[in-house]
């Protein structure tokens, strides 16, 4: 299918009263590499200032191989317009929502003999501290030490480089101080781009709260006259307090047809209301060029030979 995009587009916010809403939650599967595995948890505590919270999380070698481990814990920085960002200062304490004073955890390296499993420990332990308001948060990464040093050895005058690949996992922490999480969030902008085969629609996720959001962000377009004719989910993005992240839906070969429709794409954020960004965008839908058919060859029967006549005998006069 061939799509010809034109697209008008808009920006524009607009509330809407959330009724009987589903929440859900997702439950991350296992990940493995560099032959361990390790339960991807999303470890998140709401707690009051004094509070100590504690989780294990379980890491099992499946290779025939001993592994070693180191297990440490750094910052994750809110950046604007961009949450993924994982960045810390030089005392490894980059903003001001950083807990990684409140974590303990043990061990700090670990040996797992082949097809065995082991715990890393951790403790959250809040300071009793009345100021403390919404979010807090720290990653907690395991990381595998590899077990030789890439080979570089080169003959001399030639140059070689060794390349090391290091697997690791991030375990993201956070705590949140009950009753006084401020839920604020909107729609900053939306834009649609022309794709082969479709277009993209993204919108742009702001939190402007004290606490991390999780919201459900899905998409629907509508025709001229107000029927759905396609609906998409998104998967679970976590958005930091004071940052903005992109909710990107690749729309390719669609099963609409031609026409001019409205694409809303909606947040919940855990509030009252919902949140959405509209645009309009214009399909022409080409259908495929019919394939040409190969003229088929039709063997023509040889003609026969016609048969000698006979040979009749004449009376000689």
Known sequence: ????????????????????????????SPGSAQGFTVSLQKPDFTVSPGDSRSGT???????????VLQIYIEDWNPVPGNASDNAADEEGRGHERSMLDWIIFSPERMTLEPLSSQEVTFEVNVPD??????????????????????DISAPVGETTIGIRTVWRYAIKIFTSIEGTGIRDASFISINMEQAEGGFD????????????????????????AG????????????????????FK?????????????????????????????????????????????????????????????????????
Do not use: C
Request: glycine share 4%.
């Open 1 to 28: 299918m061939n799509v010809k995009t034109t697209i008008k587009h808009a920006l524009r916010i607009i509330e809407l009263i959330a009724l009987g809403l589903v929440f859900f939650s997702v439950v991350a």
């Open 201 to 224: 629609a993204v919108a742009v996720f702001e939190n402007k709260g004290n606490i991390h959001i999780r919201p459900e962000v899905w998409l629907e377009m509508t025709d001229i």
């Open 129 to 150: 501290d009345p100021s403390l308001e919404g979010s807090y948060w720290g990653v907690l990464f395991i990381e595998a030490i590899p077990s030789e040093e890439p």
């Open 227 to 246: 029927e759905v004719v396609y609906a998409e989910e998104h998967h679970e993005i976590t958005v930091l307090p004071g940052s903005a992240r992109e």
């Open 57 to 67: 999380i379980p890491v099992t070698n499946t290779s025939e191989e001993t592994i």
């Open 249 to 317: 839906f690749e729309l390719r070969n669609l099963p609409i047809e031609s026409g001019e429709y409205l694409v809303m794409i909606y947040a919940d954020y855990g509030v009252p209301t919902l949140i959405a960004a509209q645009g309009r965008v214009n399909l022409d839908i080409t259908p495929p060029d019919p394939e040409e058919e190969e003229p088929v060859e039709v063997e023509e029967p040889e003609a026969e030979e016609p048969e000698p006549a006979p040979e009749v005998d004449t009376p000689t006069p």
